[in-house]
């Protein structure tokens, strides 16, 4: 009987000590046997036509591309020392011979025929043209000598007559600006000779010699190293230097006396005027 109790004691002790989701059946009878009863496998249905779902399909969304860059054009610094200056070419004195074209006018007191009584002269202008060479010596950067050679031809101081000159003339050229630049602007003066000749019927010639002072002003216009064209405009000043004719009909034919005297038979020496120049130079 003991033994039986113990027995019971030691099955209801297992089964407290069992998890408590198994069943447990104690069968007395003429022994003890404990059974724990064992759930039935699980059934597995095979489904053939189960078809897994597609695997997620990632979308890459590209970025934006960046906005292009903006270029922003300033302007260079300013330097802050200037450029250094290339030296100056050196000069070289130079040699020119030219040619010119002339335009001459003399103004010179003329007779009145109104009033033959009249001390006073009044004045008339002699018209001429022609042409000349001349030498142009560059010595100096801004200094320059000319000695020129020129004739002229035309009509004097009263109509009809006519009239001749060949003018020797020496100057002294200033010229502003550097030595390399192409057009110069120069101022000149100088002295000057002249030979005349009036009328053409010998012995009815006056053949006049006059020395004076001249002055004026030009440019220079240098189309390359050895080549220039020049433009001046000059006035001057004279003094009938030699002997007139002594004939006495000379004072009062208009015709035949270099046109300074009056209808007194009252003669001036002195007479002025102006002439212009344009030539070109070739320079050695």
Not at 1 to 7: E, G, L, P, Q
Not at 14 to 37: D, F, K, N, Y
Request: net charge negative.
């Amino acid at each position: 009987m003991v033994r039986v109790v113990a027995t019971s004691i030691l099955a209801f002790a297992a089964l407290g000590a069992m998890p408590t989701t198994s069943a447990a059946q104690v069968i007395i009878s003429g022994g003890i046997h404990i059974g724990v009863p064992v759930p039935a496998p699980p059934i597995v249905v095979y489904d053939y036509y189960y078809q897994p779902p597609p695997p997620p399909v990632l979308i890459y969304m590209q970025p934006p591309a960046p906005p292009p860059p903006v270029v922003l054009v300033r302007p260079a610094p300013l330097l802050q020392q200037p450029l250094p200056l290339l030296p100056e070419p050196e000069f070289e004195s130079q040699i020119g011979i030219g040619l010119r074209l002339n335009g001459a006018f003399t103004g010179m007191n003329q007779s009145d025929e109104r009033d033959p009584y009249r001390d006073d002269y009044d004045h008339g202008v002699a018209a001429m043209g022609g042409a000349g060479l001349f030498l142009r010596f560059h010595s100096f950067p801004n200094l320059a000598f000319e000695l020129g050679l020129d004739g002229y031809g035309g009509q004097g101081y009263v109509a009809g007559s006519v009239r001749s000159e060949i003018p020797a003339t020496l100057a002294a050229l200033y010229f502003f600006g550097r030595h390399t630049q192409a057009f110069r602007l120069f101022l000149l003066t100088g002295i000057g000779v002249a030979w005349a000749k009036i009328g053409e019927d010998e012995p009815r010639v006056d053949e006049p010699v006059y020395v004076g002072g001249l002055a004026g002003i030009g440019v220079e216009w240098r189309l390359a190293p050895f080549l220039a064209l020049e433009a001046d405009l000059r006035g001057f000043i004279r003094q009938r230097v030699n002997e007139r004719p002594t004939d006495p009909a000379y004072r009062t034919d208009s015709l035949w006396n270099d046109g300074s005297c009056n209808s007194a038979g009252e003669c001036t020496d002195y007479e002025g005027g102006g002439t212009f120049h344009l030539g070109a130079i070739l320079y050695f």
